[in-house]
Structures are given as structure tokens and as C-alpha cells.
């Protein structure tokens, strides 16, 4: 996890997706 992102807000989201 940790590629694929373009700004900070989609890893926010992401990390709200998995939660870690």
C-alpha cells in the first residue's frame, strides 16, 4: 500500500478504506 497515489487526500481515503 502506498503507490497509486496522487494526492494527499486520496492516501486519506485509501487509509479509510484499509484502516492502516
Not at 494527499?8 to 484499509?18: D, T
Request: proline fraction near 5%.
Amino acid at each position: 500500500c502506498g503507490k497509486g497515489f496522487r494526492h494527499p487526500s486520496e492516501l486519506k481515503k485509501h487509509m479509510r478504506i484499509h484502516t492502516g
